[in-house]
C-alpha cells in the first residue's frame, strides 16, 4: 500500500470511529492528514529518526528526585489500560477511585488528589475547577510511555505540584501502522488505531481509539446481613477520542510541534451499597490543543509554547432533581530560554501566563476567572567530574495580581564508584485555590489562602551486574510539612472550604528489581514498597483529629511484578497489597486490607514487516472482596483478551 492510500484509509477509520464528535473538532484532524497526503505524494520520502514529544524544561531531570518509568507501547495489554490502571498495576502509589472507569485521582506520599500534576506537551493538565484530572479518562495507548516523578515539583511546574508529577510522552518514530481490539468481561470492548508518517518537511502520529463496558459485574452486598450476591446496576460507559502530533523543521536548528487531543465519553455511576437505584450520569468532553516553536543552537535553546484548552462536564440524576452542567477554558503562554555554558553547566529561564474561565451552576451560571502569571529558573551543574550533580530552581507566581510565597528548591546526586548513588531534595512548595474553592455557591470561601510549606527527601541506590544478572535496589525516606490545607468541612446548612490545618506527611520508599538475561530468555522481577504516615498536626475545629491517619491514605501499599520472556511468548504475575484506609476522620471506621493477584499470558508472532501479539488476561484471581472508597463494591474474578498488529513498512 502507497503512503498516501494508507493516510487515507486511516483517516476513514478516524472518521467512523469519532461519529460523535462534531465537525469544528474533525477540522484539526482533517489539516493534518491533509498535510501528510500531500507530502507523501512527493517522489522523495526521508524516514527522519524518532522524535520524542517531552519538555526540555532541567527540572524534568531533577537529580534529587526518583523517577519511574512505564512502557505502555511495548506491552499491549498495559496499553489497554486506564492511566489508574497503569499506575495501580505498576507503582506502589495510592488511586482513590470509586468503581472501575470512575472518578479516578492520585495521591502521592499521603497527599491529596490536588497535589500532583499531570504534564502533556510541558503543559500542566490539573482543571482550573477543581485541581485534578481524573486518570481514568486518558488512555494509556494514546502514549508511548509514563513517568511518574514523586516529590516537590513547585518550583517547575508551579501551583499544584506538591505530591509529585506525572508525565504523558508520545513519540514520533517514522512509519508505523498499528491496531488493537480487545475484549473482556463485562461487555468489555475497546478498538484502538495509530498510525505515523516521515515525509520530506514533516513528521505526523494520529492515534484513536473507542471503547465501552456495560460494568455489570457480581459482587457480595456487604450492607446486607445475608451479603447476597448482585450485579452492578447503572454502570454503562463508553468513551472515545483521538490525539495528533504533527512536527515541522522550520530550519535548520529549529522546528514546530502542534498538538490537538480531541475525547468524550459518557458514564453512568452506579448506587452505593446502601441504595437500591440509581439513575445519575456524567458526560466528559475536552479538546486540547498546543503548539509550540523550538529552537536548539550551539550555545542557546528557546521554546515558545501556547496551549488551549477546554472542559465540559455534565452531571445529571433525575432522582435529586439534579441537571448540572460545567464548562471551563484554559489559555497558557509560556516562553523559555536556555544557556549551556558547558557541558556541565546549563543556565534555564521561563515566563508563565495562565487564565482560565469557568462558567457552572456551582457558579450561579455566571463566569468567574483565575489569573496567575510566574517567572521562574533553574541552573544546573556537574562538578566532579560530573559524578556530583547539582541543580537549583526557583519560581516566584502572583495570583490574581498578588505574590504567592517564593518557591526555591534545591537537589542534588553524587555517583560513587559508579554503584552507589545518593540523592536528596529540599524544596518550598504551594497550591492556590481551585474556582471551586473560592466560588462555588453555597460554600465558596474568597478569602483561602494558597497552601505552602516544606519538603524533604533523600534516598540512595545500588546497582550491581554480574555476567547476565543485574540488580537495582533503590530506598529513600521523604516528608511533607503542609501549612493551611485546604479542606472542605461541614456547617450548619452547607460544605465550605477552610485554611483548617497543617498536614504532616512522612514515610519511606523502596524498590528491587532484578533482571536475568540470556540470549531470547528474561526473567524480571520488581518490587516497590511505600510506607506512609500523613496526619494532622494541627487542627482548629473538632471534625480535624489531631495526630491521626489523613482518610483514604493506607499505610501500606507493596507492588510486585514477576515477568517471564522466551521466544516471542511472554508471561507476567502481577500482586499487589494494599493496606486498610480509614474513612472517618478520628480512624473509627475504615475499609480492610486486600491483595490482588493479576495473571497474562502472550504470544508475539513476527513476519517481516509485520508483527501481530495475542494476549489474555486474568485479573483478581483470588475473588478478593474490596472496596477503594466506602460503600463502592470492585469487581471479583474477570478476563481480558485481544489481539494486537502493527506494519513497519
Known amino acids: ?170 513519540e514520533l518514530s517514522g512509519n508505523h501502522i498499528g491496531f488493537q481490539q480487545q475484549n473482556g468481561s463485562w461487555g468489555t470492548s475497546r478498538s484502538a488505531f495509530k498510525a505515523s508518517f516521515s515525509a520530506r518537511h514533516f513528521s505526523l502520529s494520529v492515534k484513536a481509539f473507542r471503547q465501552s463496558a456495560l460494568n455489570d459485574y457480581q459482587f457480595h452486598n456487604t450492607a446486607l446481613a445475608s451479603g447476597a450476591l448482585q450485579r452492578q446496576t447503572n454502570a454503562v460507559q463508553k468513551q472515545q477520542g483521538l490525539i495528533a502530533d504533527l512536527r515541522i523543521p522550520t530550519g535548520r536548528k529549529q522546528y514546530v510541534l502542534l498538538s490537538g487531543w480531541l475525547q468524550k465519553g459518557g458514564r453512568h455511576i452506579p448506587p452505593v451499597l446502601t441504595i437500591p437505584v440509581s439513575v445519575a450520569k456524567q458526560d466528559d468532553e475536552v479538546q486540547r490543543f498546543t503548539a509550540s516553536w523550538n529552537y536548539t543552537g550551539g550555545l542557546f535553546t528557546i521554546k515558545a509554547q501556547s496551549g488551549y484548552f477546554t472542559e465540559r462536564i455534565n452531571f445529571q440524576d433525575s432522582l435529586s432533581n439534579i441537571n448540572a452542567h460545567n464548562f471551563a477554558k484554559t489559555f497558557v503562554q509560556e516562553a523559555t530560554a536556555g544557556l549551556r555554558l558547558s557541558r556541565a553547566f546549563q543556565l534555564q529561564v521561563g515566563l508563565n501566563a495562565t487564565d482560565c474561565a469557568a462558567t457552572t451552576d456551582g457558579f450561579g451560571n455566571k463566569t468567574v476567572q483565575q489569573h496567575r502569571r510566574a517567572i521562574f529558573a533553574s541552573w544546573k551543574s556537574g562538578l566532579l567530574d560530573e559524578k556530583l550533580q547539582v541543580l537549583l530552581s526557583a519560581r516566584q507566581e502572583w495570583f490574581h495580581g498578588k505574590m504567592v510565597p517564593f518557591i526555591p528548591s534545591f537537589s542534588a546526586s553524587y555517583f560513587w564508584k559508579d554503584k552507589l548513588k545518593f540523592r536528596g531534595q529540599i524544596a518550598k512548595v504551594y497550591r492556590v485555590p481551585t474556582l471551586n474553592d473560592l466560588y462555588w455557591i453555597p460554600g465558596g470561601n474568597p478569602d483561602l489562602k494558597p497552601e505552602s510549606g516544606i519538603s ?77 504516615k500523613s496526619t494532622a498536626v494541627e487542627g482548629s475545629v473538632p471534625t480535624v483529629s489531631t495526630g491521626k491517619q489523613l482518610i483514604y491514605v493506607p499505610f501500606a501499599v507493596w507492588n510486585q511484578v514477576l515477568s517471564l520472556t522466551n521466544h516471542g511468548f511472554s508471561a507476567e504475575v502481577n500482586g499487589t497489597l494494599s493496606g486498610s484506609r480509614y474513612t472517618s476522620t478520628d480512624n473509627s471506621e475504615s475499609l480492610p486490607a486486600f491483595y490482588l493477584l493479576n495473571f497474562s499470558l502472550a504470544k508475539r508472532l513476527i513476519y517481516a514487516q509485520y508483527t501481530s501479539t495475542i494476549f489474555f488476561q486474568l485479573n483478581n484471581l483470588l475473588q478478593q472482596e474490596y472496596q477503594l472508597t466506602a460503600g463502592r463494591p470492585m469487581p471479583l474474578l474477570s478476563w481480558q483478551a485481544g489481539i494486537s498488529f502493527e506494519f513497519n513498512p
Not at 472501575?100 to 491529596?112: C, D, E, K, N
Open 1 to 170: 500500500m502507497l503512503l498516501h492510500e494508507a493516510v487515507f484509509s486511516c483517516l476513514s477509520f478516524i472518521l467512523i470511529e469519532t461519529e460523535m464528535m462534531t465537525l469544528n473538532q474533525l477540522t484539526l484532524v482533517l489539516v493534518f492528514f491533509c498535510t501528510a497526503s500531500i507530502a507523501a505524494a512527493q517522489n522523495a520520502v526521508l524516514v527522519l529518526a524518532p522524535f520524542e514529544v517531552t519538555d526540555n524544561r532541567l527540572p524534568e531531570k531533577n537529580p534529587g528526585l526518583a523517577s519511574t518509568s512505564i512502557d505502555a507501547a511495548g506491552n499491549p495489554i498495559q496499553s489497554g489500560y486506564s492511566l489508574a490502571e497503569l499506575l495501580s498495576r505498576n507503582t506502589a502509589f495510592t488511586i482513590r477511585q470509586n468503581s472501575p472507569g470512575t472518578l479516578a485521582s492520585p495521591s502521592f506520599r499521603g497527599t491529596a488528589a490536588t497535589h500532583t500534576a499531570i504534564i502533556w506537551n510541558g503543559f500542566n493538565l490539573q482543571s482550573c475547577m477543581n485541581g485534578q484530572l481524573d486518570l481514568n479518562l486518558i488512555p494509556a495507548f494514546l502514549f508511548e510511555s509514563f513517568r511518574v516523578q514523586a516529590g516537590a515539583n513547585s518550583s517547575s511546574w508551579g501551583s499544584g505540584a506538591i505530591g509529585g508529577a506525572i508525565f504523558l510522552d508520545s
Open 456 to 532: 524533604t527527601e533523600a534516598g540512595i541506590s545500588w546497582t550491581r551486574k554480574y555476567k547476565n544478572v543485574e540488580f537495582t535496589v533503590d530506598g529513600g525516606v521523604f516528608s511533607n510539612l503542609i501549612n493551611d490545607w485546604i479542606q472542605w468541612t461541614p456547617g450548619p446548612s452547607y460544605w465550605s472550604p477552610r485554611n483548617l490545618q497543617k498536614v504532616y506527611s512522612r514515610g519511606i520508599e523502596q524498590s528491587l528489581e532484578a533482571l536475568v538475561t540470556r540470549k531470547n530468555f528474561q526473567l524480571k522481577f520488581r518490587s516497590s514498597l511505600q510506607l506512609v
